[in-house]
């Protein structure tokens, strides 16, 4: 019999706690548990508060959990060495929801591609310009001396994705990226992801509040509350049948045209 491959990404049993200004303790993530495969889009899905940015910042990297394992392509983060960490980070690519927050306001575009674009062999200009066409910024070549402020803020969030493409990416990590555009934007953004994804194969953790977002969009859902993973499956079982009650009403709250009377 073949050996199944190990997921590109694989979260288990992980937790987090914070320390309140209060100095209370606060559970943001409890044992949970999490498997993102090459090519396909996993959806986490919850309510603000539930802990699903603080499970995609362990999924990164970007902190450690406090138990539990986060592994990509089968090997744990905590076996490998300072060196071996950095380099492994590079296949995880964020997206976070505040483009405009995450580009550095003093930097032109060129310079905001070039950074992600130290590890890659060739003229830097030419792969900056042609990550931004890919994107839809085109020609990406006229965007390049320009600084975030002059782009409108689907621009902006083309460049945010351009950035993390840049490093030719497994996976990205999408927090929240369509939230507070229009609807216009929103459907463009959409279209732009899966396009990259049918020509690159590239994962998504897509990281939404917005259950619809995850009907169209992923193969796979989890349900997160309170810190813990409630219900996780195909997108077509999950949001179809739903097992937990939570899942239920996050349905419920969609809201639905109603034919005219």
């Given amino acids: 019999m073949p ?14 706690t914070f320390r309140s200004a209060a100095g209370e303790t606060v559970h943001a993530v409890r044992g949970a548990s999490l498997v993102v495969r090459r090519g ?19 999924a990164l990297g970007l902190i450690e959990p406090d138990t539990g394992e986060v592994c990509l392509e089968g090997r744990s983060f905590g076996s ?6 950095r380099a492994a980070r590079t296949a ?17 575009v060129l310079q905001l591609i070039a950074q992600a674009l130290r590890r890659r062999a060739g003229d830097t200009v030419a792969l900056a310009a042609a ?32 950035r993390a493409l840049a490093v030719e990416p497994a996976l990205i990590v999408a927090d929240e990226p369509l939230s507070g555009a229009d609807v216009s934007i929103r459907g463009q953004i959409l279209n732009l992801l899966l396009d990259i994804q049918e020509a690159r194969g590239i ?7 917005d259950i619809s977002i995850a009907r169209a969009f ?29 899942t239920r009403r996050l349905l419920a709250a969609v809201p639905r045209l109603e034919p005219a009377s």
């Fill in 3 to 16: 050996v199944e491959q190990a997921p590109l990404l694989e979260l288990r049993a992980v937790s987090k």
């Fill in 40 to 58: 396909e889009t996993v959806a986490l899905v919850g309510e603000s508060g539930s802990g699903k940015s603080t499970l995609g910042r362990v």
């Fill in 80 to 85: 490998m060495s300072s060196a071996e960490f």
């Fill in 92 to 108: 995880l690519q964020p997206i976070f929801q505040d483009a405009t927050a995450s580009l550095n306001p003093r930097r032109p």
């Fill in 131 to 162: 990550v931004l066409d890919d994107v839809g910024l085109r020609p990406g070549a006229e965007y390049l001396a320009r600084y975030p402020h002059e782009l409108s803020g689907g621009q902006r969030q083309r460049l945010a994705i351009a």
């Fill in 203 to 209: 994962a998504y953790l897509m990281i939404t509040h």
């Fill in 218 to 246: 992923a193969d796979r859902v989890a349900v997160m509350l309170r810190g813990v993973i409630v219900e996780s499956g195909p997108v077509g079982e999950v949001l179809v049948r739903p097992a937990h009650d939570y």
